[in-house]
C-alpha cells in the first residue's frame, strides 16, 4: 500500500519500550537479542518467520508461502501467521510494516477498510509517555475491569443485545470504574512528555 495508506499503517503504529528487570540473569544477551531483532534478517524472522518455509524473497521482497495464505490445515492468515511469525502478532513489541500487512488483506473489503482508514487523522495520537510505576500499576487496577465491560459492551451494543439508548448508562459505568481517574493518570504521563 502507498500513500495515505501507507502513511495510516506507519503512523498508527505504537511506541515500544522495552525494559530489563534486576531479575534478568542475562541482560547483555537479552539485549542482544533485542537488537538482532531489530536487524534486516532479525525483522524478516519475527515478521514473516522462517526464510523458504513461510516465506520467500521475492525480487528482494519477503512473500508469504501457501503454508501462511493457503495453510494445508485450514488456518487463517492470521492464525498462520501468529502461529509462525510472532512479530506479526497485535500484541508484539517488534517492528511490522506494510507489505505484510498487504499480503494479509484477501478481500476487496479490507483493502478498502485500509483505504478509509488512511484517511484518518491521527494528529491525536499519544506519544510515547511514559508514567511511573505507581501510574502503571494504578492504570492497570483501574483499566483491566473497564476493559472487560467496554469489550462486552461493544459486542452487546453491535450484536443488539444492548440498545444504543443504553448508552449513556454504559458512559456512566465507564466513569463509576474511574475512567476519569485513569485519564488524569495519562495527563500527567503527557504532560511531564510535553515539558521535557
Known amino acids: 500500500y502507498t500513500g495515505n495508506s501507507y502513511n495510516f499503517l506507519v503512523k498508527s503504529q505504537a511506541y515500544i519500550t522495552v525494559m530489563l528487570t534486576t531479575s534478568n540473569k542475562y541482560p547483555a544477551e537479552t539485549v542482544k537479542a533485542m537488537d538482532y531483532l531489530f536487524t534486516e534478517d532479525g525483522k524478516n524472522l519475527m515478521t514473516y518467520g ?22 494445508p490445515d485450514g488456518w487463517s492468515v492470521d492464525n498462520a501467521i501468529a502461529h509462525f511469525c510472532r512479530g506479526s502478532a497485535a500484541s508484539t513489541m517488534f517492528v511490522n510494516e506494510p507489505n505484510c500487512y498487504s499480503q494479509r488483506m484477501l478481500f476487496d473489503q479490507q483493502r478498502e477498510a485500509v483505504q478509509v482508514w488512511g484517511q484518518a487523522d491521527v494528529s491525536r495520537t499519544l506519544p510515547p509517555i511514559s508514567p511511573t510505576a ?63
Open 50 to 71: 522462517i526464510e523458504g518455509k513461510t516465506y520467500n524473497l521475492v525480487d528482494g521482497v519477503p512473500q508469504f508461502t501457501d503454508l501462511i495464505l493457503n495453510n
Open 134 to 196: 505507581d501510574e502503571v500499576q494504578a492504570l492497570a487496577d483501574i483499566m483491566n475491569p473497564i476493559r472487560t465491560y467496554a469489550e462486552e459492551c461493544f459486542v452487546q451494543f453491535v450484536m443488539g443485545q444492548k440498545p444504543l439508548t443504553d448508552f449513556d448508562a454504559y458512559v456512566k459505568g465507564l466513569q463509576d470504574m474511574g475512567i476519569e481517574d485513569a485519564i488524569k493518570i495519562q495527563q500527567s504521563a503527557l504532560d511531564r512528555y510535553n515539558s521535557r
